[in-house]
């Protein structure tokens, strides 16, 4: 699968989908030590902010990914083409903690061009990011009383902003394709 560099302001995603629909990895930590973890997201968003083109991704403080989220500086997040479901499936439900998970996938990691956390040779999107800003969601400032419900252990996410360093990808997310 042919990857490219892509400009932010010349990157197409349809947000919705990617978080929702396709499903993401969240990888971080440092390639060259072997000392990373990932870990399937699905709630997110892709923008602007502060006048930053960002990724935010969430991690609960019950996740192994958490520590590695304080730990390190950057972070990726990839898609998959749909034949690696399976193996999102499995990152998403087993914990790093307990096991080599990556080890029973087909994924291969690699390393990144501009942050230590790793990147995967079969994803057809990677974005690098660098931590710019995080902060604890916090119950009292919910307004849609709802949200309540996904927290029945009171184990509220951690919101992590990252500033997109780099985007490489297929034609399918570059404008003008």
């Known amino acids: 699968m042919r990857k490219t560099s892509i400009n932010p302001f010349d990157f197409i995603a349809q947000p919705h989908h990617l978080f929702d629909r396709q499903a993401l990895l969240l990888t971080v930590g440092d390639f060259s030590k072997g000392h990373f973890n990932t870990m399937t997201i699905g709630w997110g968003s892709i923008g602007t902010m502060w006048n930053y083109p960002y ?13 590695f989220m304080e730990k390190y500086k950057d972070f990726t997040v990839s898609a998959f083409p749909a034949e690696y479901k399976r193996a999102l499936t499995y990152l998403g439900t087993r914990s790093g903690r307990d ?17 230590q956390s790793p990147s995967f040779e ?13 902060s604890d969601f916090d119950p009292s400032r919910f307004i849609e009383q709802k949200i309540e419900n996904q927290y029945p252990n009171k184990d509220y996410h951690r919101v992590y902003y990252g500033e997109i360093l780099q985007i490489f990808g297929t034609e399918k997310y570059i404008k003008g394709n």
């Open 55 to 67: 990724v935010s991704v969430v991690v609960r403080p019950t996740r192994y990914t958490y520590e």
């Open 122 to 134: 079969e994803s057809e999107l990677t974005i690098e990011c660098r931590k710019i800003y995080t």
């Open 99 to 115: 096991e080599d998970k990556l080890a029973a996938t087909n994924l291969t990691p690699t390393a990144s061009v501009k942050v």
